[in-house]
């Protein structure tokens, strides 16, 4: 049974830091490529963040550039979203994928307010 289950999140104040972690399980981890997607209501969900199955190239949307680093540990199983210096806009429901294949963690929300 293929599991993302995601941690990390919660409420932090704009400029601050927050890490998003997600335990792979079920699957060849290490052959796929890795995504951090979010959603806020009304809206559709969007690709933020990906890494190649080896973790040597990340893609990032602009807004995201020189603020978060998505990262992955091939022998952990393990994905993870380090967010920096953060802002109200990136206040969202942020989920763990494998678009690939359709697969998605459970959600977690990150809100930035003071």
């Known amino acids: 049974e293929v599991q993302l289950v995601q941690s990390g999140g919660g409420l932090v104040q704009p400029g601050g830091s927050l890490t998003l972690s997600c335990a792979a399980s079920?699957?060849?981890?290490?052959?796929?490529?890795m995504s951090w997607s979010r959603q806020t209501p009304g809206q559709e969900r969007e690709v933020v963040a990906t890494?190649?199955?080896?973790?040597?190239?990340?893609t990032y949307i602009d807004s995201m550039k020189g603020r978060f680093t998505i990262s992955r540990d091939n022998v952990k199983n393990m994905l993870y979203l380090q967010m920096n210096d953060v802002k109200v806009q990136d206040t969202a429901m942020y989920y763990c994928?494998?678009?690939?294949?359709?697969?998605w963690g459970q959600g977690t929300q990150v809100t930035v307010s003071s």
């Open positions: 079920g699957f060849s981890f290490s052959l796929f490529v």
């Open positions: 994928t494998v678009n690939d294949m359709g697969w």
């Open positions: 890494v190649t199955s080896g973790g040597e190239r990340t």
